[in-house]
């Protein structure tokens, strides 16, 4: 007997009859598929009872109130908070993907200090202990050399308690250099304070809800202007009440997109359309007569220093800005500028709103200027449907910083960044100062909340500025483009797990406080910025220790907050319901005593801002923003980096908006790489024709090209900020560009 | 034979002689009908015997609760330990925190319980119970629209567990990562009782003889996304 290939061959038949006629290949088939649809490593919620936390959300100026829902310790969707004041139960998409910043497996988990050289990426894990030491231990050494004054802190977070705090810490220790991040809060407060005589730390109050005509500025109302999710509420009240949106911009952004009209100009002429706008409600005898005679000064004359009468405010406006003059600037006809002030003036409750985009810098003051005396003209302040300032709610006073000789002397120095107080810190000036080493060296930089390296403009003069400070102290929870430059990492919880104040909601009509609470305990070895500062105030002992005696922060803000902490722990905010805003009471403390719409000191005109470029640049770039991108402190996280479109990000690269005509005639078309030159810098980027931006404008979105953080939003994009520059304000001194020129060549 | 490889190659004009050797004479006949048979009778006991036994693995549950003595001493039957939580989502499996009121010590002499209370209400570690009936995470089923609004029993879908004195088996699949509850005991898809499997088959089965309702609470419309969501 021989087994052949024919035996082989007909075992090898059996076996398949067999097989076939077994439930094996079938099972095995369904078992498969039912696999490939629940792949193990796919995460799902975890199962069991949900419970939910009410909380704040502090990844924007919005400060929303959230409500966490959890199984068990693991945190599972974030939701807006039903009932809270600002947004109502609703949410943006980066508020929802707060979980993917808390479990990012890219957190900073313990303090760091730098081993290689810095920025390459090498670090060692120490203890607190080791790290509080040796901050404490190099600031000791700069204030016993009579060198307190050398350092500088920055912090990216709003108005709150850890602020404050922080603001103390270097007050007690002898720095007058507290930085916060400027954006165009600053200029709405700057612009309540000399037209309205606001108190400098008043914010500015907008009662949008019942304004029925918004001529809006720019403002990406719903693209992350103010408190976003409240935005977009009031929105959809506007649709109900009938209100219109005058979107006045050069490019469709989505607000310009649902608004009731959309009027491209050309960048950059906003304030001298406001004042062609004001010629005409002028000229017609359009205005609130009432309220400009009896509440207002500036308008027909001026007093200046010497005492001579000048021009007012209505002789400048009908002097220089006429329809037509505004016409050649604005790009607009001179029969639209007048249609639009009728109407402007044909509402019953109209406002006029600035801060382009997001109001991520503070912009012109010039244009803020003019843009309010349109408020003014039409009588639109602290009345109902009108923008009135805020009053900061009371916080409990702390005791006073004890008298001390060191620290003394050292606030008296003066700012880094030339400011006369950090009310008005000029972020955009530090870089320059290091620089220059002008009027002293920087020694320590501490950098709270906040990403200057990547946030601030001109990237590369703020990364060589960073060169040259020889101790670089972070706060983050991430690995950052400014941790990554740090030298020690002393990380903070994130938002999730700490306890603190929320800050005013931007542009919101009431005063408001929310409490955010420690929703989960903290993941990793991080501990709180404010219980760090109290350390490190404990780790210089003396006077510094004295003026933050607190146990911790959660005492500290106990104290602040006062009788308010019992409503903020129970309902997650506090607001003041009794006093009623706009509350129609007219108290100035201007000089004159009125509203001002022009002084010995300013009159609202027309300055264009001198955008950086040569006529080697023919085009004029633009930043824009988007509800999609997170372009501040806080990274965009991997969902909300999914949902971004193929005209923003294509796989790795960004694109750039071209109007379809402009593209054209320079030989590009949809999705050519081209390579994007500006005075401050280059980037190759993908062409998106855009008919919806004007021809010979370009746009760049915010919040992409990132170097740092992680796999997930690094090197996507390029950043914006590494191809601007900003330009100093001659009012401010705050940030006023709002684009540069630039070219564009095949790549 | 062994070499008519060789043959076939280099034969050409002895045909005859390469084709009486190619031709099996009745012994390997005989032995190609054996080795098919041998194929075939390998493959269906592999098939029909060995591959369930590789293809689940067995696990014994932590605790070997007695269902049948809990629903003795309990006033609202399963539903007092298997609840519907306030917000209509089901609490499935109890948590210690609900065995703790009266397991707080050893109540009987099973040493079960002893065992129970000695690993797990004293060290308050929740007991890891292999769930039977879980459905794989692409299945979105409720229980408030089966019990409550339908009035279904439990014993349609999950048989009669709550007489039980001991728990079985718990079988899961290999690949899928499933209990054998779900994807039926037979292979073959043989069923006698409706909750002998708990498929999408039977399923739909149900909801088609009932006529129920198939659609989406919100919707009232058909569709994929009704159960999976
Ligand atoms: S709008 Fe801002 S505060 Fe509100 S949820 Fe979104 S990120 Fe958070």
Partial sequence: ?747 | MSNSDDRTQTVSGKAAEASSTNKPDGSSRGIIVLCFCIGLVVSLVFGWVVFPRLLYSRKQQPIDFNHSLHAGLVSNGCESCHFLRDDGTYSGTPKLAQCIDCHQDVQGNSPEEAKFVEQYVKKGIEVPWLVYARQPDCVFFSHAAHVKAAKMDCVTCHGNIGDSEHLKVYEQNRISGYSRDVEGASLIGFKKHTWDRMKMDDCSECHQKQKAVMGSVQTQKEGCFVCHK
């Fill in chain 1, 1 to 747: 007997m021989k087994i052949d290939r024919r035996s082989f061959l007909s075992l090898g038949i059996g076996v398949a009859a067999g097989t076939a006629f077994s439930p094996l290949p079938w099972k095995l088939m369904d078992d498969v598929s039912i696999w490939t649809q629940n792949w193990p490593w796919t995460p799902v919620p975890a199962k069991g009872e949900s419970t939910y936390v009410n909380s704040v959300c502090t990844l924007c100026p919005g400060s929303c109130g959230i409500s966490v829902r959890k199984v068990d310790d693991r945190g599972v969707k974030i939701e807006g908070m039903k009932g809270h004041p600002v947004n109502q139960g609703g949410i943006c998409a980066l508020g929802l993907a707060g979980l993917q910043l808390l479990y990012s497996p890219d957190r900073i988990k313990t303090p760091l200090k730098r081993s290689g050289k810095r920025g390459e990426g090498k670090w060692v894990s120490i203890s607190w202990d080791q790290a509080i030491s040796e901050v404490a231990g190099k600031l000791k050494e700069l204030r016993t050399g009579g060198q307190a004054h050398t350092v500088a802190g920055i912090t990216g977070g709003g108005p709150n308690t850890l602020s404050r705090l922080f603001k103390r810490f270097l007050a007690a220790y002898g720095s007058p250099n507290f930085f916060n991040t400027p954006s165009i809060d600053n200029s709405y407060r700057l612009a309540l304070q000399m037209m309205n005589g606001a108190t400098p730390d008043a914010t500015v109050g907008l009662d949008l809800e019942n304004t029925d005509f918004i001529l809006s500025f720019g403002c990406g109302l719903l693209d992350g202007w103010g408190s976003p999710v409240h935005m977009f509420k009031t929105n959809t009240a506007w649709r109900k009440t009938q209100a219109r949106v005058i979107q006045i911009e050069p490019r469709l952004s989505r607000t310009a997109a649902k608004a009731y009209q959309w009027i491209p100009i050309t960048p950059g002429s906003e304030g001298a359309l406001a004042l062609g706008i004001a010629n005409v409600l002028i000229t017609e005898s359009l205005y609130r007569k009432d309220f400009v005679d009896n509440y207002t000064s500036g308008f027909e004359g001026v007093v200046n220093a010497s005492g001579e009468l000048q021009k007012g405010f209505k002789q400048h406006v009908l002097d220089n800005f006429s329809p037509k003059a505004v016409s050649e600037i604005t790009g607009l006809d001179p029969a639209a500028i007048t249609l639009l002030a009728r109407e402007f003036a044909k509402a019953k409750a109209p406002i006029a709103l600035f801060g382009r985009g997001q109001g991520k810098l503070p912009g012109s003051m010039d244009e803020a200027l003019s843009i309010h005396a349109l408020n003014m003209l039409m009588g639109a302040i602290n009345q109902k449907g009108g923008i009135y300032a805020l009053p900061t709610p009371d916080c409990q006073a702390w005791p006073a910083v004890p008298p001390d000789a060191v620290a003394d002397s050292g606030v008296k120095e003066p700012r880094l960044d030339g400011a006369p107080s950090d009310v008005y810190s000029r972020l955009n000036q530090l870089p320059p100062a290091v620089l220059s080493g002008k009027p002293y060296p920087l020694n320590v930089l501490l950098v709270m909340e906040a990403n200057p390296l990547y946030t601030m403009s001109n990237s590369k003069s703020v990364q060589e500025a960073f060169n040259k400070i020889p101790l670089v102290v972070s706060f983050s929870s991430f690995m950052d483009e400014t941790a990554q430059n740090s030298d020690l990492i002393l990380p903070n919880h994130i938002y999730l797990e700490r306890q603190e104040d929320a800050p005013l909601p931007a542009g919101f009509s009431k005063p408001v406080i929310s409490l955010s609470k420690a929703v989960f305990k903290p993941l990793h070895n991080t501990r709180h910025a404010g219980d760090t500062l109290i350390l490190l105030a404990k780790g210089l002992g003396g006077s510094v220790a004295e003026a933050l005696p607190w146990k911790d922060f959660e005492a500290c803000l106990k104290q602040a907050m006062g009788d308010k902490m019992e409503s903020l722990q129970k309902t997650g905010y506090w607001i003041n319901t009794g006093a009623v805003f706009p509350d129609g009471k007219t108290t100035f403390t201007t000089p004159s005593g009125k509203f001002e719409f022009a002084s010995s000191a300013f009159c609202p005109g027309f300055t264009p801002v001198k955008i950086e470029g040569d006529a080697s640049y023919p085009l004029l770039m633009i930043p824009y923003d988007t509800m999609r991108l997170a372009s501040g402190y806080t990274a965009n996280p991997p969902f909300d980096t999914k949902i971004l479109e193929e005209t923003i990000l294509l796989h790795q690269d960004g694109l750039i908006e071209i109007n379809p005509k402009t593209a054209q005639s320079m030989g590009l078309s949809e999705n050519d790489r081209v390579l994007l030159q500006t005075p401050r810098g280059q980037a190759n980027v993908l062409i998106h024709l855009e008919e919806g931006i004007m021809p010979g404008v370009i746009a760049l979105p915010r919040g992409l090209g990132h170097t740092a953080y992680d796999a997930y939003i690094a090197g996507k994009g390029v950043n914006l900020n590494g191809l601007t520059g900003p330009i100093a304000d001659p009012l401010s001194g705050l940030d006023a560009a709002w684009g540069i020129k630039a070219k564009l060549s095949k790549a």
